[in-house]
């Protein structure tokens, strides 16, 4: 591992017990935002988002007022704090995901929040109950604060991608259930109905997810020795995985679906924002192109305006 650079260094097999347990964690905390936002479509409501301090579920409704809980991955405590001027904190350290769920759970409760959730997480298997896993108990908070900061570099250099886009296109946000930092380019025309198949999730959830052709990309702690961006369209046009990707050790994976470009390539180049970008905008080309998309009127520059850069 590695604190002093801006890229840091973490290898997924130096913290996968304590990724396992914090991807419970995650899911606990979105359900509990899900639980209460109105649905939006392709699950956006669900999300997490990077904060200057971690993972933030950012404003979530609750009767007339909100609240909002925050993953603080430099303090390595749980923030709830609600628009009555309530708030309540939880550590995070070692414990049982059954622990996390119950200390969470008498925490809302102490601000007067009803946190009714199915859980049971999503996109794994087995899919222990949050209050029987005492199976994953791990948190290296050395490995987490690290993983943020990849996080951190993942959400602004895709953030950067996103902006050239102006059709519809998802924020950058991260998703629990497979536990990845992800953005969304639509075309405009709707897909055939997807297959399903994600372990412990109804086929209509991923139905909804995947309504509309897209072309996605993100970020996750797998997929290479330090996590993987990826890139895939949806529905994958003919020849999409035969299509060159940049830089050099981006490629495409039959196992996943998908292209990828190891963490540790990216972090190692000499310009790693550059290495991404080239990632992310070759591969979507890719699948517009082939997809037929109307890139005219998708995208554009995002310095189009006189004085974008100083506001």
């Given amino acids: 591992m590695t604190t002093n650079t801006s890229w840091p260094t973490l290898r997924v097999s130096d913290w996968t017990p304590t990724r396992d347990t914090l991807h419970m964690w995650t899911q606990i905390v979105g359900k509990i935002r ?17 904060s200057p301090r971690g993972l933030t579920t950012s404003t979530i409704p609750y009767g007339s007022g909100a609240f909002e809980m925050e993953f603080d991955f ?63 108990a791990s948190y290296d908070a050395e490995a987490v604060t690290l993983f943020w900061r990849q996080l951190l570099q993942a959400n602004r250099t895709i953030g950067e991608f996103r902006s050239h886009f102006v059709g519809k296109v998802s924020p950058v946000h991260f998703f629990w259930g497979a536990m990845d930092l992800a953005c969304t380019r ?11 198949g994600a372990p412990n999730c109804a086929d209509w959830v991923m139905v909804e997810g995947y309504s509309h052709e897209l072309s996605s990309c993100g970020f996750w702690p797998g997929g290479g020795d330090e996590g993987a961006f990826y890139s895939y369209a949806y529905p994958a046009p003919e ?12 490629f495409y994976s039959a196992e996943f679906q998908q292209f990828l470009l190891p963490y540790e390539v990216a972090r190692a180049a000499p310009d790693p924002d550059r290495a991404v970008a080239e990632f992310l905008h070759s591969t979507y080309s ?11 009127a998708l995208e554009d520059d995002p310095m189009r305006l006189p004085g974008a850069q100083i506001g």
């Fill in 239 to 250: 020849g999409f995985a035969d299509q060159p990707a940049g830089p050099d050790g981006a």
């Fill in 186 to 196: 639509f075309s405009g025309n709707s897909a055939p109905p997807h297959p399903g």
């Fill in 74 to 136: 430099l303090s390595h405590r749980l923030e709830v704090r609600s628009s009555d001027g309530g708030a309540e904190s939880l550590p995070l350290q070692p414990m049982a995901v059954a622990e996390f769920y119950t200390r969470l759970m008498e925490r809302l409760d102490a601000l007067g929040i009803e946190a009714q959730i199915r859980a049971v997480p999503n996109e794994v298997d087995p899919a222990i109950p949050f209050a029987e896993d005492h199976e994953h």
């Fill in 34 to 50: 899900m639980r209460h936002a109105p649905l939006l479509n392709h699950w956006w409501q669900a999300t997490l988002y990077v």
């Fill in 286 to 296: 890719a699948a517009a192109e082939l997809g037929g998309w109307d890139r005219a």
